[in-house]
């Protein structure tokens, strides 16, 4: 089984694949075959912490219900990978709206 933190890494090359996918020829980047595992549950959070160091970047991805917060995956990228992240994520949203 996959942990939180396997899933959500999985995720990101799932929207940066769709992100280099439309992209002109030119800019694009070398595809990444990725294996999204029959039975991969998704994980529900509501809540996202983030603290920084010097190099890096700490999502702690946290469940919050009446009674009980609970952390579910704590996710260490560099500050470069969430520059890209963040870009991705953004197109992203921008075209499901």
Sequence with gaps: MLTICQKFLQYVI???YIHNKNMPSKSKKK???V?????LMPTYSNLVNINATKN???FDFINVAPGTSKVLSR???SKEH???FSKVLNDFVKKIK
Excluded: S
């Design 75 to 77: 996710v260490i990228l």
């Design 82 to 84: 969430v520059k890209n």
């Design 31 to 33: 595809e990444i075959d």
């Design 14 to 16: 799932i929207i940066i």
């Design 35 to 39: 294996e999204i595992p029959k039975d």
């Design 56 to 58: 890096e970047i700490f």
